[in-house]
């Protein structure tokens, strides 16, 4: 246990991302009036003094393994962030490809994320992103007529709180981000009914697809967007139906897709709430891998 000196304040000492998002915790004041990057400051001068104590190095905090990620790693995404970051800009890859991510703009680590049986791990709380005005950014090797980007995600806005009520996902092919497939969850703004997934494809944006589900504020979903060529198709919570699926067209060719996890390319009404267990595959998954995966969640230990 770590106490401090006698008589000693300096109020709450928020991290760095807690100074880019605002409020009362970040405020000077005569209790509370150390620099932006005091918090890792003190916390490596903390960790080194209990080295020289323990007269061994630090161990890094690595999740446990859990249900559920055995399943997504036996289906080999390329990339898989768990999102169980206490701290900085990146999100790590599970796998062993270093496919790491990027977290943009504003962020909160470390929230509470889906509480299910397949998330749990010797009583320890699942944990997740949780987006306030940020995103999560990549660029990888994944042919663009072929893909599929699977996530958990909890929105934290009334369905008719503005004209879009959240970005999900953008993936373009190429560097440019302008010319993908975007999935979002609509809004009072009219073009689909408020809480239901559109799919808005290509460049310029002509073609929309919308699904029937009103989806609840404040509660954890499953999400899987796959491309195979001209097909595209969302399923949302393990159903063996897809909530949209349409013939997009072939997308323009390219080697390279750019993900954008919690938002679109122009930042406009980003994903107000968390994301959790993102995995990005080279192929689309099928019918019976997105049902396992979801269940997998649900059933924790069983098989």
Not at 27 to 51: K, N, Y
Not at 229 to 258: C, F, M, N, R
Request: some cysteine.
């Amino acid at each position: 246990m770590n106490i401090e000196l006698a008589n000693g304040s300096e109020g709450y000492i928020p991290p760095p991302e807690q100074h880019a998002l605002g409020g009362y915790t970040t405020w000077p004041a005569r209790t509370a009036a150390l620099e932006v990057q005091a918090e890792p400051r003190i916390v490596a001068t903390v960790l080194s003094l209990l080295e020289k104590v323990a007269g061994r190095p630090r161990r890094l905090a690595i999740p446990g393994p859990a249900s559920y990620t055995e399943h997504i790693l036996a289906s080999r995404p390329l990339a898989y962030w768990r999102l169980e970051e206490m701290e900085g800009r990146i999100a790590h890859d599970a796998t062993v490809r270093e496919h790491h991510g990027v977290f943009e703009n504003q962020i909160a680590h470390y929230l509470p994320g889906a509480d299910l049986p397949g998330f749990g791990r010797n009583f320890s709380i699942n944990r997740a992103v949780h987006l306030a005005g940020g995103r999560i950014a990549t660029r990888i090797a994944i042919p663009a007529e072929s893909y599929s980007a699977e996530f958990w995600f909890w929105n934290g806005l009334p369905n008719d709180a503005r004209a879009v009520t959240g970005y999900l996902l953008e993936a373009s092919p190429g560097a440019d981000r302008t010319n993908g497939d975007i999935l979002g969850l609509g809004g009072s703004g009219g073009a689909t009914k408020p809480g239901r997934f559109f799919l808005t494809l290509g460049q310029p944006r002509s073609l929309c697809l919308s699904g029937n589900t009103e989806i609840s504020p404040k509660t954890w979903h499953h999400v899987v967007l796959t491309r195979s060529g001209s097909w595209v198709a969302v399923y949302l919570d393990g159903k063996s139906e897809p909530e949209i699926a349409g013939d997009a067209g072939v997308p323009q060719q390219s080697t390279h897709v750019s993900f954008l996890v919690g938002s679109r390319h122009d930042v406009d009404s980003s994903l107000e709430g968390k994301l959790d267990e993102i995995a990005l595959y080279d192929r689309p998954l099928t019918r019976a891998e997105v049902a396992e995966h979801f269940h997998a969640a649900r059933r924790g230990q069983e098989r």
